[in-house]
Antibody, heavy 128, light 107 residues
Framework: EVQLVESGGGLVQPGGSLRLSCAASGFTFSSYWMSWVRQAPGKGLEWVANIKQDGSEKYYVDSVKGRFTISRDNAKNSLYLQMNSLRAEDTAVYYC?????????????????????WGRGTLVTVSS | EIVMTQSPATLSVSPGERATLSCRASQSVSSNLAWYQQKPGQAPRLLIYGASTRATGIPARFSGSGSGTEFTLTISSLQSEDFAVYYCQQYNNWPGTFGGGTKVEIK
């Protein structure tokens, strides 16, 4: 079955750290850009970070730059988000999402920047 | 950053009726617009990309239209499983941004 399963969420104090994981199955993980997208309670969706297939390119929303690090292990079909210096405003459900492929050519696949597969999410609560 | 505005915030519709959801971009996004459906406690699901192309497995009652700054998602005959929150997302400019969502509820 094609799916993404997040884990690692929980309650953490302001200034603390947390590492989220996403296990991918049912597709060739290493051929897709991957992302983290979050949703604060009662709010809309916000893209957080992207990572290229080989991990050589990473992009972040301004509000998490310098605090969050996205990474991946293609051998384990896993995506990660290391979150440091957490703030109350980081409280959200964090979704792992697969970036759709625009096309593949010459052994490389290029992203279309919308998300064609999502996990169910993991809740991160930052509170004292 | 491109701001996406969805209207209405809540849409009350009877089963079998048509639902029309709107999404407006603060500047042109060409046809680089996607629609997602989200039910409580579930992952969002891709419905439409390229403004009008249905994703794999999406029923024909879902259709998308528009380009530039004005977009519409139409559900031709609402089924019970269609009551959910719908989000639009532009992916023409970095970073991709989402609208605030439209909740489709049972009338």
């Amino acid at each position: 079955e094609v799916q993404l399963v997040e884990s690692g969420g929980g309650l953490v104090q302001p200034g603390g750290s947390l590492r989220l994981s996403c296990a991918a199955s049912g597709f060739t993980f290493s051929s897709y850009w991957m992302s983290w997208v979050r949703q604060a309670p009662g709010k809309g969706l916000e893209w957080v970070a992207n990572i290229k297939q080989d991990g050589s390119e990473k992009y972040y929303v301004d509000s998490v730059k310098g605090r969050f690090t996205i990474s991946r292990d293609n051998a384990k079909n896993s995506l990660y988000l290391q979150m440091n210096s957490l703030r109350a405003e980081d409280t959200a459900v964090y979704y792992c999402a697969r970036v759709a492929r625009l096309y593949c050519s010459g052994g490389s696949c290029y992203p279309a920047w919308y998300f064609d597969l999502w996990g169910r999410g993991t809740l991160v609560t930052v509170s004292s | 950053e491109i701001v996406m505005t969805q209207s209405p915030a809540t849409l009350s519709v009877s089963p079998g009726e048509r639902a029309t959801l709107s999404c407006r971009a603060s500047q042109s996004v060409s046809s680089n617009l996607a629609w997602y459906q989200q039910k409580p406690g579930q992952a969002p699901r891709l419905l439409i990309y390229g403004a009008s192309t249905r994703a794999t497995g999406i029923p024909a009652r879902f259709s998308g239209s528009g380009s530039g700054t004005e977009f519409t998602l139409t559900i031709s005959s609402l089924q019970s499983e269609d009551f959910a929150v719908y989000y639009c997302q532009q992916y023409n400019n970095w970073p991709g941004t989402f609208g605030g969502g439209t909740k489709v509820e049972i009338k």
